[in-house]
């Protein structure tokens, strides 16, 4: 570690003029300067705009738009909000920026502001005038859209009254020319949900007239016919993949007869080296690698070709681990920070108000350099090597940017020590209260290793108690809702579900049904209550996923509303 920081530190050389004319002779563009030799180009921004100019006068930078502020003005007249003239022109936009955000105010100063401010009816009415259909309503004023449905049905449709309504009209026959195209009703509904919806809007009777040569989507599973299902597939996992609504039926029939119907089914995938790289090859790190996938990951730990497959990976650390970077300014101003993710990281700072770098670049106009300065470090060591860097920029004369005093990790802060895990893990008996009552303490356990895992879970009792007919009839007895069932008592709700639908059925049938029958009216007023898809489905999952079926979700939130 001594020669790590040794090597870092002999990085930082002070560079006389005559080495960095030397270097940049050897360039005919600024960009293979940069890109290059790092340390001389940055060297000489250092030394000021004139020498820098003077060191590179034989290069070629034909390439480069040199903005005037008048030719900037000239262009931003062009478009209405700074989104577009970003988007259509980003090297001016960013020229402008360079200026100063007084010099961009100004020169978009027509252009449309959003409004931040509370929308009152009155605007919100003013706003929609604007606009001739929802669609563009929506795209164009969202932030309005949003807070008129909110506002409820009833306002919504007062202001939006004079839109056209771009919805299709299906007639008959052209429903029944669309549902030809399909096999299945899923099929049909993901495909084409505005057809679907319409086919279930005109009844039922001509719904199922249109879809009568569909295959159904649910199948009334004999146990002639799962077994013939079953026989079709080599593997558990190609039978789970790809013929759900057998393996759901089976599921519910009780473990003992899935078991024995699947009983010739390879349980087991033999991945072979070639195959684990594949897998691997679909994830851009480890750790996704590691959620997405498990059992290939584990495998090819163990068998020593972890490295080797995950070689395309992006390099990133953990709580355990940082690296450290910095960003140098030409006007010998630079930041220097730790982090894990280089990446994530560098985002946060080119786009973040709050950033030391995001504001100086915006107070000078002047782009930094970034540089990663050390591989992943222990997150201790990193610390103390971040503050001699850091001092080390001091002494050569940098104005150090960062905000409050180097050492402090990035990232998230880490919570479960080793120490806090034991203690967290005596206060359980068993490992499935440890589980529920604990999922953090258990995951950052798990991350330690197995040996660190089995050692503070060893005083746990691990085996659930088998309950009898008995005493599960006993305990059904005292919920009121299966939903209550499953939440007090998970061990014998699981219990129950695998002696199948029967017995199951039995001993909850005094319980109340919580579902709820959703008529179109009622998906639709319960829609109104949220802003977007993701909100309605969090918020009302029962709703949403009636809705989805049905083919309502694009009335509901039109396109382009996610």
Not at 362 to 374: A, W
């Given at each position: 570690?001594k020669?790590?920081?040794?090597?870092?530190?002999?990085?930082?050389?002070?560079?006389?003029?005559?080495?960095?004319?030397?270097?940049?002779q050897?360039y005919?563009?600024?960009?293979?300067?940069?890109?290059?030799?790092?340390?001389?180009y940055?060297?000489?921004?250092?030394?000021?705009?004139?020498?820098?100019?003077?060191?590179?006068?034989?290069?070629?930078?034909?390439?480069?738009?040199?903005?005037?502020?008048?030719?900037?003005?000239?262009?931003?007249?062009?478009?209405?909000?700074?989104?577009?003239?970003q988007?259509?022109?980003?090297?001016?936009?960013?020229s402008?920026l360079?200026?100063?955000?007084d010099?961009?105010?100004?020169?978009?100063?027509?252009?449309?502001?959003?409004?931040?401010?509370?929308?009152?009816?009155?605007?919100l009415?003013?706003?929609?005038?604007?606009?001739?259909?929802?669609?563009?309503?929506q795209?164009?004023?969202?932030?309005?859209?949003?807070?008129?449905?909110?506002?409820?049905?009833?306002?919504?449709?007062?202001?939006?009254?004079?839109?056209?309504?771009?919805?299709?009209?299906?007639?008959?026959?052209?429903?029944?020319?669309?549902?030809?195209?399909?096999?299945?009703?899923?099929?049909?509904?993901?495909?084409?949900?505005?057809?679907?919806?319409?086919?279930?809007?005109?009844?039922?009777?001509?719904?199922?007239?249109?879809?009568?040569?569909?295959?159904?989507?649910?199948?009334?599973?004999?146990?002639?016919?799962?077994?013939?299902?079953?026989?079709k597939?080599?593997?558990?996992?190609?039978?789970?993949?790809?013929?759900?609504?057998?393996?759901?039926?089976?599921?519910?029939?009780g473990?003992?007869?899935?078991?024995?119907?699947?009983?010739n089914?390879?349980?087991?995938?033999?991945?072979?080296?070639?195959?684990?790289?594949?897998?691997?090859?679909?994830?851009?790190?480890?750790?996704?690698?590691?959620?997405?996938?498990?059992?290939?990951?584990?495998?090819?730990?163990?068998?020593?070709?972890?490295?080797d497959?995950?070689?395309?990976?992006?390099?990133?650390?953990?709580?355990?681990?940082?690296l450290?970077?910095?960003?140098?300014?030409?006007?010998?101003?630079?930041?220097?920070?730790l982090?894990?993710?280089?990446?994530?990281?560098?985002?946060?700072?080119?786009?973040?108000?709050?950033?030391?770098?995001?504001?100086?670049?915006?107070?000078?106009?002047?782009?930094?350099?970034?540089?990663?300065?050390?591989?992943?470090?222990?997150?201790?060591?990193a610390?103390?090597?971040?503050g001699?860097?850091?001092?080390?920029?001091?002494?050569?004369?940098?104005?150090?940017?960062?905000?409050?005093?180097?050492?402090?990790?990035?990232?998230?802060?880490?919570?479960?020590?080793?120490?806090?895990?034991?203690?967290?893990?005596k206060?359980?008996?068993?490992?499935?209260?440890?589980?529920?009552?604990?999922?953090?303490?258990?995951?950052?356990?798990?991350?330690?290793?197995?040996?660190?895992?089995?050692?503070?879970?060893?005083?746990?009792?691990?085996?659930?108690?088998k309950?009898?007919e008995?005493?599960?009839?006993?305990?059904?007895?005292?919920?009121?809702?299966?939903?209550?069932?499953?939440?007090?008592?998970?061990?014998a709700?699981?219990?129950?579900?695998?002696?199948?639908?029967?017995?199951?059925?039995?001993?909850?049938?005094?319980?109340?049904?919580?579902?709820?029958?959703?008529?179109?009216?009622?998906?639709?007023?319960?829609?109104?209550?949220?802003s977007?898809r993701?909100?309605?489905?969090?918020?009302?999952?029962?709703?949403?996923?009636?809705?989805?079926k049905?083919?309502?979700?694009?009335?509901?939130?039109?396109?382009?509303?996610?």
């Amino acid at each position: 570690m001594k020669q790590l920081i040794r090597h870092i530190l002999r990085e930082y050389k002070k560079w006389t003029e005559d080495e960095i004319r030397q270097v940049a002779q050897k360039y005919q563009k600024p960009s293979d300067f940069k890109n290059n030799d790092k340390a001389a180009y940055s060297a000489a921004n250092r030394k000021g705009k004139e020498f820098f100019n003077d060191v590179t006068s034989h290069m070629d930078k034909s390439y480069y738009t040199f903005w005037t502020d008048e030719m900037l003005r000239e262009l931003a007249k062009k478009f209405k909000t700074k989104t577009e003239f970003q988007k259509a022109e980003s090297s001016a936009y960013n020229s402008a920026l360079r200026k100063g955000m007084d010099f961009l105010n100004d020169i978009t100063s027509h252009m449309d502001k959003k409004k931040r401010g509370k929308w009152s009816d009155v605007d919100l009415e003013n706003e929609a005038k604007k606009y001739q259909n929802k669609g563009d309503f929506q795209k164009y004023s969202n932030s309005a859209y949003i807070i008129s449905r909110n506002r409820g049905k009833d306002f919504f449709d007062k202001i939006t009254k004079h839109m056209v309504n771009q919805l299709n009209y299906w007639s008959d026959d052209d429903l029944r020319s669309e549902a030809l195209k399909y096999k299945t009703k899923k099929e049909f509904s993901s495909k084409n949900p505005q057809a679907y919806g319409a086919s279930l809007r005109k009844g039922e009777d001509f719904h199922n007239e249109i879809t009568s040569h569909m295959e159904a989507l649910h199948k009334d599973w004999t146990d002639e016919s799962l077994r013939k299902e079953v026989s079709k597939y080599e593997t558990l996992a190609d039978f789970t993949n790809f013929s759900q609504s057998a393996y759901q039926t089976l599921k519910r029939k009780g473990q003992d007869y899935f078991n024995e119907v699947t009983k010739n089914l390879n349980r087991t995938i033999s991945w072979t080296d070639e195959m684990l790289k594949e897998e691997a090859l679909k994830y851009k790190t480890r750790g996704e690698f590691q959620r997405g996938s498990n059992v290939a990951y584990q495998l090819a730990k163990s068998r020593g070709i972890l490295d080797d497959i995950c070689s395309h990976m992006e390099r990133v650390g953990s709580k355990y681990k940082r690296l450290i970077y910095s960003y140098e300014f030409p006007d010998n101003s630079v930041y220097v920070g730790l982090t894990y993710n280089l990446n994530k990281r560098d985002f946060s700072h080119m786009n973040r108000e709050s950033s030391s770098v995001y504001q100086h670049m915006v107070k000078t106009g002047l782009r930094p350099i970034k540089k990663t300065l050390t591989e992943f470090l222990d997150k201790d060591e990193a610390s103390r090597v971040e503050g001699k860097l850091t001092e080390k920029y001091r002494q050569e004369g940098w104005n150090i940017l960062n905000k409050t005093k180097t050492g402090a990790l990035g990232g998230s802060t880490l919570y479960w020590t080793p120490e806090k895990i034991r203690d967290e893990a005596k206060k359980y008996d068993t490992l499935s209260d440890f589980y529920e009552k604990s999922p953090s303490a258990i995951g950052a356990a798990r991350r330690l290793g197995k040996e660190f895992y089995d050692e503070i879970t060893s005083h746990m009792t691990r085996k659930l108690t088998k309950l009898s007919e008995k005493d599960l009839i006993r305990i059904a007895k005292k919920y009121n809702n299966k939903m209550t069932f499953y939440k007090e008592d998970s061990n014998a709700y699981a219990q129950s579900k695998r002696k199948g639908d029967e017995f199951f059925n039995k001993i909850t049938s005094h319980m109340k049904n919580q579902h709820t029958y959703w008529t179109d009216e009622m998906l639709r007023d319960e829609s109104l209550k949220y802003s977007s898809r993701n909100g309605f489905a969090k918020g009302s999952p029962s709703a949403y996923t009636t809705a989805r079926k049905r083919g309502l979700l694009d009335s509901f939130f039109p396109k382009g509303k996610k």
